[in-house]
């Protein structure tokens, strides 16, 4: 990933820029559909950020006037019980991929995102969305329910919201996801790459390494119940002090100076 890729048929684009690696849905004429293939390329190119110590964020954002509109419904129909299998496992082997890759990963949504493409924002770990972007999962009214999508919606938003979503396939606004959680922040259309890479940049100046123990501790511990939580807070926490950034970061506070990351 060392800039912008230039074939005409990529479905997903990359870039680096001061630290942010900018992976872009590429396929607007199909209105970026979480096909087995744009899954398939979308894995590869995370796969690649997470070894690589120049990425410390990662934007996921799309072509187009719809960020995606979740699986390819005529890839699904066409295809039998074994392919539908697989599609739907790389769906989740993806979002996984998001979830455990040790940069912090931020959606910037502009336009639709419905059904899978609502997923992958609920992924995230943060979502900036445009003041016009909409949100739903409306498989419910095509006859296949959005159970896969739901596993995501289920942990961004509140539980009777997500039912909502889910059994009425009824699109929310950004103003309505941004009060559910779905999304971090709302911006004007015409801000929306600049204030998400504004975003970036601001996570990107803490060490990589904080950054990912962070990102780690709090997945570990955010489906467990308290007494539990602070077992598994408390170990990583004592690890993270034990790191060479920590210490120097304390330090630098202590001293009134800017820290020298080991791991920047």
């Known amino acids: 990933m060392t800039g912008a890729s230039t ?10 820029q001061d630290g942010v690696a900018i992976l ?9 559909a979480v096909s ?17 110590k120049e990425v410390r964020v990662v934007i996921i954002r799309a072509e187009g006037p719809v ?26 082997i993806v979002m996984e991929a998001i979830r455990l890759l040790p940069q912090p990963v931020i959606a910037e949504v502009g336009g639709l995102a419905t ?24 498989g419910v009214r095509n006859g ?39 999304v971090s922040r709302v911006v004007p259309a015409d801000e929306l790459h600049e204030q998400t890479m504004e975003l970036a940049r601001h996570v990107s100046a803490a060490s990589s390494y904080t950054l990912a ?20 807070a408390e170990k990583l926490m004592t690890e993270n002090m034990q790191a060479h950034d920590a210490r120097e970061g304390i330090d630098a506070f202590l001293t009134k100076r800017s820290p020298e990351w080991k791991n920047r």
Do not use: W
Request: net charge negative; glycine share 6%.
């Open 7 to 16: 074939e005409a048929q990529d479905l997903i684009l990359d870039e680096i």
């Open 24 to 32: 872009t849905l590429n396929n607007p004429r199909r209105r970026n």
């Open 36 to 52: 087995s293939q744009l899954l398939a390329r979308l894995k590869k190119k995370l796969d690649t950020v997470a070894v690589n």
């Open 67 to 92: 960020y995606s509109s979740g699986h390819d419904l005529k890839e699904l129909l066409e295809g039998d019980e074994a392919n539908n299998a697989h599609v739907f496992g790389m769906a989740t």
């Open 115 to 138: 059904a899978a493409g609502c997923q992958l924002v609920a992924s995230c770990d943060m979502a900036v969305a445009s003041e016009d972007a909409r949100f739903a999962t409306p």
């Open 144 to 182: 296949l329910f959005c159970i896969t999508p739901g596993v995501a919606l289920a942990r961004a938003v509140p539980q009777k919201k997500a039912m909502e979503m889910l059994l009425t396939g009824l699109p929310i606004s950004a103003d309505e996801a941004l009060q559910f959680g779905l």
């Open 213 to 232: 123990i962070g990102k780690r501790s709090f997945y570990a511990q955010i489906g467990l119940d308290y007494g539990p939580a602070y077992e598994v």
